[in-house]
């Protein structure tokens, strides 16, 4: 029973997730959005099914080789990284393929090009507001690098801001911009993440990158996971190591935050927010013990969480409760918590012990 926290990696859900894309969006090329190390996954710990995609996306230069060692050789667009300092990771890269957001980069990329020959992506920005040329440049960017010996041109990137309302406007219109500001120009186009995958069949273009919806979460507000037809490729479980009896009216954790309403049996979890557990994750939020319910009572504390054991009147110390996965879509505790699972994933911290589910 030493084992304390433990996040289950499931390879083969992933794969299956891919599927899930590969059948929404028929025909386009994938990318899958593998970066903060696959969304807190572990790229090496699902290099097998990654292999599947047609590219990766990643933030950085730094990512990039992390998942070149992990043995993954795909073209992997550097979604975010301004490359303003060693670049040798990138020279050695033949399949390393830079978004262009900004001149500098342009300037700095086009200074090496001709030693260092290589497909880019150039971003637009068209209406979110965070990184990429006014779609105006277009036609003047494309002349820019056609005329870069050495520079070839990959394609067009746009980013969703809203995709996951479907009743938000913003989508179309983003996608009208991005169609006129291309229209007579070449090259692939890519615009969906999985919001746009699972909601906006007019943003496929020729290339989608799905991220969160390959580790099982939902990206949309209005569906669930479950309903996306997506599979958890993580399951976060904890044992219990104390089950007492609280007595009608009893308090249980810091700041007495909620009283047993009745005399009644609480387990304590051992898996706080120094495992990355969200501390503001209020009493009610999601868990379970074998498929029964086990939501919280109480705050959770840095090394342990108590949770209510009257739907599972047997339980002993050294089950182990699921704190999010299958039973529990680490979207509602995410929603709870007044965060993503985006978020929770991300944020597991190197106390939580991962391990390959090999099925
Ligand atoms: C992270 C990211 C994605 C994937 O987004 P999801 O919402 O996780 O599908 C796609 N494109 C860009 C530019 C990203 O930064």
Redesign the pocket.
Known sequence: MSERARAEIHPAALRHNLTVVRRLAPGRRVYA?V?ADAYGHGVARLAGALADADGL?VASLAELQALRTAGLTQPTVL??DVLDGDLSALTADPEAEPLIFSTAQFDRLAAIAAEYPRRVWIKLDTGMHRLGFAPEQAAGLHQRVAATPGLTLAGW?T?LGCADDPDDPMTTQQVTFFDSALASLPGHRSIA???GICAWPRTHADLV?????LYGGS?LLDRSAADLGLKPAMTLTAPLISCTEIAAGEPVGYGATWRAPETMPVGVVAIGYGDGYPRHAPSGTPASLDGAPTPLVGRVSMDMLTVDLRRAPDARVGDRVELWGTDVPADTVARAAGTIA?ELFCRLTARVNFRVDQG
Not at 209 to 213: D, E, F, H, K, S
């Open positions: 959005a970066k996306a979604l975010s990137m980013h993440n999985s919001a990158r799905p991220g969160i919806m990206p985006y």
